[in-house]
């Protein structure tokens, strides 16, 4: 094996590791409600809104969201998967399950989230984040039916679950099938890529 060889998949393992961390240190400030190490975990430059950017319009907007919405959440991080699109660029799905105290009820939240990560500086940051959410609902209160998203004194609405994976729309618009041909593997660190056969990143409002 060459030696550069060698250094790029140390490298990439270093990275994968590195990245393997940030959804977990993003729960833990979260819940810890550290605005400074959550904001840190972002590109200096990341895109708040429109017009603003930068962690410290991040640290605003998650603070006032925080305040006004939470009195206590815990983010339970599930499976992560890792894809690299050059040495300082991947991006990854993540899943979670949320628990959440607002006022009198005890919400709980599935969703996913859909990363950018970029390495700045030698450390990896998360570009973007974009959640995906299946359902919101009270505990006692199981999210039967349509527009699952069911926070407390706001109207229902649908948490855009399945928008990144055309997979979905293609399995219930296709009928049972007996005994079906089955495709060939994905290429390595295109498993993601493969399941979303090149359809665009929705745009998702987070309310």
């Not at 393992?13 to 190490?37: C, T, V």
């Not at 570009?127 to 706001?154: F, S, V």
């Not at 679950?161 to 055309?166: F, S, T, V, Y």
Request: net charge neutral.
């Amino acid at each position: 094996m060459e030696r550069n060889d060698l250094v790029a998949r140390i490298d990439r393992l270093e990275s994968h590791s590195e990245i393997r961390m940030l959804p977990a240190k993003y729960a833990l400030a979260l819940d810890m409600r550290d605005l400074d190490a959550l904001a840190n975990l972002f590109a200096p430059d990341i895109q708040v809104s429109r017009d603003k950017v930068g962690r410290a319009h991040f640290k605003t907007w998650m603070d006032e969201t925080l305040r006004n919405q939470f009195t206590g959440t815990a983010h339970h991080i599930g499976g992560h998967i890792i894809e690299f699109r050059d040495a300082d660029h991947a991006c990854g799905v993540v899943y979670s399950k949320n628990e959440h105290e607002t006022g009198p009820e005890w919400v709980v939240m599935q969703m996913l989230y859909w990363d950018d990560y970029e390495r700045i500086d030698g450390r990896w940051h998360f570009r973007r984040r974009l959640p995906c959410y299946w359902y919101a609902t009270d505990l006692n209160k199981p999210p039967i039916g349509d527009r699952k998203m069911r926070w407390p004194g706001r109207e229902s609405y649908d948490g855009a679950w399945h928008a990144l994976w055309p997979t979905w729309k293609e399995f219930w618009d296709r009928p049972a099938e007996g005994l079906p041909q089955v495709a060939q593997p994905a290429p390595l660190d295109k498993f993601l890529e493969t399941m979303r056969r090149g359809a665009p990143i929705p745009k998702i409002r987070v309310r």
